[in-house]
């Protein structure tokens, strides 16, 4: 079936490098994406979100590119801290209703 | 996840047992979700409520399992006759519409013992 998943299961940073994190899906249908940090023990916290009319999206910190012709979708995180060390989780949201659906997740590890 | 209140954290059950994880939207929210997390895997849809209707429950398994959310109240997930396999994390999410960024809660661990 089709679904969300990403590429690498762990990265490993140094404070103040940057950071990628990627995730592919296969669904062309789908029109809105999302990025959710995960912290142990806590609930996902949502970071930042495109729609699928854009490539582009920048935050505080953070910037997602869509790639609509690869079906690719990256995080990238400026300057990570240390309190960027969380599982990433893209998700896909298709127009009816709020039903994500979720990739496997990729830890990031900010070594000091 | 600012606002979606999830109770219990923590929850024991022996297999056979009931529980019951409530959740209470971000204040002005009418539309409740909840998803199942396993260990080191993403989450998963389980179903999505409106007051007093069920929208799609087609991430719920077809025995045991019933949510509601009452037009009084927090979204209730019951879980009847645990087994093992119950053992997870439970997330509430909640949104103003159906077509808004939805939050989610910090979570309710269930563990069958």
């Known amino acids: 079936g089709e679904n969300v998943g990403l590429h690498l299961p762990t990265l490993s940073v140094q404070e103040g490098d940057n950071s990628i994190i990627n995730c592919a899906y296969s669904?062309?249908?789908?029109?809105?994406f999302i990025w959710y940090k995960q912290e142990s023990g806590k609930g996902p916290q949502f970071i930042i979100d495109?729609?699928?009319?854009?490539d582009k999206r920048q935050g505080q910190r953070v910037t997602v590119l869509l790639n609509k012709t690869v079906k690719h979708l990256s995080l990238q995180i400026a300057a990570t801290q240390p309190g960027d060390s969380a599982v990433y989780f893209c998700a896909e949201n298709k127009a009816a209703g709020n039903k994500l659906t979720f990739g496997g997740g990729t830890r990031v590890l900010v070594k000091p | 996840n600012a606002g979606v209140m999830q109770n219990p954290r923590h929850l024991v059950r022996r297999r056979g047992q009931e529980a019951r994880l409530r959740c209470s939207p971000v204040k002005g929210h009418s539309h409740v979700y909840w998803y199942r997390q396993l260990p080191e895997e993403g989450l998963k849809f389980m179903v999505y409520?409106?007051?007093?209707?069920?929208?799609?429950e087609s991430g719920m398994p077809k025995e045991r399992f019933s949510a509601e959310f009452p037009k009084e109240g927090p979204s209730i997930l019951r879980i009847q006759q645990v087994v093992r396999g119950d053992s997870a994390a439970y997330f509430c999410?909640?949104?103003?519409?159906?077509?808004?960024?939805?939050?989610f809660g910090e979570g309710s661990w269930l563990t069958v013992v």
């Open positions: 669904n062309s249908a789908s029109d809105y």
């Open positions: 999410a909640s949104s103003p519409s159906g077509a808004d960024t939805i939050y």
């Open positions: 495109i729609r699928s009319n854009m």
């Open positions: 409520l409106q007051k007093e209707n069920i929208i799609d």
